[in-house]
Nanobody, 125 residues
């Protein structure tokens, strides 16, 4: 089973920054759409950001637009989520994902068929 591996989560004060990374050891996802989702306790996983297979197009949830930036480095087979101006409501488990059946940005969770194990982000007030 191919795994995506997230890293970079942790505890940060409100207003601070974190950068999440998502690596894909053993397999290349260079042309696949990639995304980041997050999940609050007892809630469904929700869309955060997506980047197209070419890297030319991105989309964001309205709650993070202007604060978060998704990017990809296909030479390193890695996707990043730069999170700035963090708020306590950003506290969640963050998951990276890959969609093998599309090359355009997608906010739809069911389009993603590869997932990481998640990394906790905690923002203190």
């Amino acid at each position: 089973q191919v795994q995506l591996v997230e890293s970079g989560g942790g505890l940060v004060q409100a207003g601070g920054s974190l950068r999440l990374s998502c690596a894909a050891p053993g397999r290349t996802f260079s042309s696949y759409t990639r995304g980041w989702f997050r999940q609050y306790p007892g809630k469904e996983r929700e869309f955060v950001a997506t980047i197209s297979g070419s890297g030319d197009s991105t989309d964001y949830a309205s709650s993070v637009k202007g604060r978060f930036t998704i990017s990809r480095d296909d030479a390193k087979n890695t996707v990043y989520l730069q999170m700035n101006s963090l708020k306590p409501e950003d506290t969640a488990v963050y998951y990276c994902a890959a969609a093998s059946n599309t090359f355009v940005t997608t906010m739809t969770r069911r389009r993603y068929d590869y997932w990481g194990q998640g990394t906790q982000v905690t923002v203190s007030s």
